[in-house]
């Protein structure tokens, strides 16, 4: 709470203050610097506290819509790694978990931690005899939640809400971003992960969505040593997926790892829609398979299913339409694909927006997914720019589940760069960019019919609304507003009013402290004076709205 009051305090000195007082090339000069040492001093904050505070700072750092580079590109570094809890601490609540004593639950465990991160951390231990006969499982990890990890949570969304409260109120907030709705979605998906039989779930489902698929492999649950804060599951530890010197020793090529994983990816994110949303190096090995018939030797085994992510229908038809619209360079229908799927907020200014996206996409126009490889590097970077200064300059707002669309495509790419630096994306990209075409196709007659009614209801319609229209012109009944316009000079017409008297308060100050010396009653009126026109920069534009 104190980092965040500071730091608001710090923002309103320069973005509002300055800016009102004429002082605005202050602000903007310092700007960049003064985003990247908040983002410092915030991973700072995240490591000493822990708790949701690291998860917070992940979660900041794939805002690309709403928070500056200088704050996501610092962030983006943030692990989850943290000093290991006393294990007698995790015998304790393991044992209150699961009614029984660890000696009598397992033959053996590990006091020394697998992993350790902000929520829980994970060791390795073997099953007693009867149960690994009733399981199948010898060797397994007991994930164990941290002692008082619900309260540090409430705790900490707590004091998420109270600050998102301050900052919701600031129009240069509220009008990109529904900040209460973002914090809730945080909060649902924090609680998820922090309940390990929503965790076993997820893996379970996640294996029958690949049942009978021999490129995944996905660790067994012991339902019988799973509660809500200890989870049981089989110790499927293997060749560390971003371990090139461990796949080349297995005599497995990098290179068609990179392939396989993202298409696992793809056909989790266009297929049944359900997907591993934190794919980092960490929670995918690449387990050697030597005796497994048929040429492939080897298969992907994920783990850790606390983030996932679950595309609607709808959500799958919008991305149809977005995909459909960019490759046909339909500025109209990028726009409308925006607003079905909610990432564009009521504010958009729909008119600029097709503009400024047909100008983005025109220098790619009659390019197919496989050409746009040729395409030189120099274009996409200019591409990148401009499209970056549209998404952050437009009311744009990306929904809780893109987010983890873009983590999950991120981490892809970044696993993919590491496997293989000469690894193209698009050999991926383009087979299920083709198949979502080709499905779409299958509606063309339908939605061709539709259009034609619609255009035949509308032509049924026009003579009467022109003959209305001739009414009122003869009549001198047609006025023609434009508020949008109106409010905009109303708007420029105030700033140069503050402007103006910025203008007036600096030169009144500055020449006060200067005649002070020498004559101090005159400085010191001069200076008193100032403060009047200080008052109405600041406060003249807030009466007038």
Known sequence: MRFATWNLVVTWWYEILLTRIGLSRVAERTRAARMQRVAQRFHGLAVDLGGLMIKVGQYMSSRLDVLPPQITEELAGLQDEVPPVPFEYIRELAEAELGVSLDRAFAHVEETPVAAASLGQAHRARLGSMDASDTGLSNVIIKVQRPGI????????????????????????????????????????????????HEAANAERFAEEFEGDDRVSVPAIAWERTSRRVLTLEDVTAIKISDLPGLRAAGIDPADVAHDFAEVMYDQLFGNGFFHADPHPGNVFVTPTPDA???RSWKLTFIDFGMMGELPNSTRGGLRQLLIAAATRDGKGLVQAGRDLGVLLPSADTVELERVLKELFARFGGMGFAELRDVDPNDFREFAVQFNDVVRTLPIQLPGHFL???????????????????????????PYAARLLREEGSNVVKDLGKEALDVAAVTWGLPKKIDGLVTKIDEGRLAITMPQLERRMERLENSARQVMSGLLFAALLFTGATLRHDDPFLGNLLMIVSVLPLMHALFSGRRRR
């Open 150 to 197: 619900d309260a540090i949570v409430d705790v900490d969304l707590a004091a998420l809400r109270k600050v998102g409260g301050w900052l919701s109120r600031l129009r240069a907030v509220n009008r990109r971003v529904d900040l209460p709705a973002l914090i809730e979605e945080f909060a649902r998906t924090s609680r998820e992960e922090i309940n390990y039989l």
């Open 404 to 430: 983890l669309v873009g983590r999950a495509m991120s981490l892809t790419s970044g696993v993919c760069s590491t496997l293989n630096p000469a690894y193209n994306l698009w050999d991926s990209v383009e």
């Open 293 to 295: 018939p048929g040429e």
